[in-house]
């Protein structure tokens, strides 16, 4: 019983500390609350592996894991930025842009629940990176525009309920005996993350926005060959320009 319940301890670690990070966003502490929502990204990359390592998959821990993304990912970076960048902003602009970002998150995590999507991807760009993005994005408010941040989290907020294709790396396995080491890892993040305050984000963002920009480009890539084709003249074509010069 113990063990069936180890990766539902990691879900709620990952709630408590989207909850932890709102707070800190609400005292005008930002960065802080963007290195909770990255500890909070590696707390939810370990739980579905725990689970299956242990084989304690269950319906009740995807919903909650579900729950648990739409604050630590969705409210709490959209309310990071918003504390961060967007207080000053026209009101109505801000509140609107905020609030679409969680509920992006809130359809794309509904989306996956119930579609069956394409195996060794996710369709749309996942609620984690995104917030991830969003909230480590904040923390450079005073180096960059306040319209583009607004744009990003529109962007972001599109990227997250699009059909195009993210590599999904979570089905990669977790050795059985290696989940006792999990703590040991987390704690190791945790130090590391609050030893270089400042570091740690930006290398965070940089990894996510290669993450979120992949996509982008493959679909750019698929789209390329159609166009192309179109361009390319038909032999009919080729024949009568020929005998008409």
């Keep these: 019983m113990i063990t069936k319940s180890i990766p539902s301890l990691f ?17 005008d502490r930002a960065n802080g609350a963007a290195l909770l929502v990255i500890i909070a ?11 299956r390592a242990l084989n304690a998959q269950s319906e009740f821990g995807k919903e909650l894991d579900s729950l648990s993304d739409v604050i630590s990912f969705g409210v709490a970076p959209a309310f990071i930025m918003y504390q961060a960048a967007f207080i000053d902003v026209n009101s109505a602009l ?10 992006c998150g ?21 609620i984690p990176a995104a917030g991830g993005v969003l909230a480590t994005l904040a923390l450079f408010n005073h180096d960059l525009n ?5 744009i990003s989290t529109l962007a972001l907020s599109y990227l997250m309920v699009s059909s195009i294709k993210y590599p999904n790396f979570k ?19 945790v130090l590391l993350a609050f030893e270089f305050p400042k570091a740690i984000p ?6 996510l926005l290669l ?13 390329m060959p159609r166009r192309r084709r179109k361009k390319r003249p038909s032999p009919d074509d080729q024949y009568h320009s020929e005998h008409s010069a």
């Excluded at 059985?176 to 993040?189: E, G, M, Q, S, Y």
Aim: glycine share 8%; charged share 15%; aromatic share 12%.
């Design 11 to 27: 879900t709620v670690g990952n709630l408590f500390l989207g909850v932890l990070s709102i707070i800190l966003a609400f005292n």
């Design 41 to 51: 990204m590696l707390l939810d990359g370990v739980d579905g592996r725990v689970a």
């Design 94 to 103: 801000a509140w609107i842009v905020t609030a679409i970002f969680p509920i």
């Design 106 to 126: 809130a359809l794309r995590l509904a989306r996956f629940n119930v579609i069956e999507g394409i195996p060794g991807y996710f369709i749309g760009l996942p």
């Design 146 to 150: 306040v319209y583009l941040l607004l």
């Design 171 to 189: 089905k990669l396995g977790l050795p059985r005996a290696a989940v006792w080491a999990i703590p040991l890892v987390v704690a190791a993040a």
């Design 202 to 207: 930006k290398f965070i963002l940089a990894l």
């Design 211 to 223: 993450y979120a920009l992949w996509g982008l480009k493959k679909n750019v890539e698929r789209f």
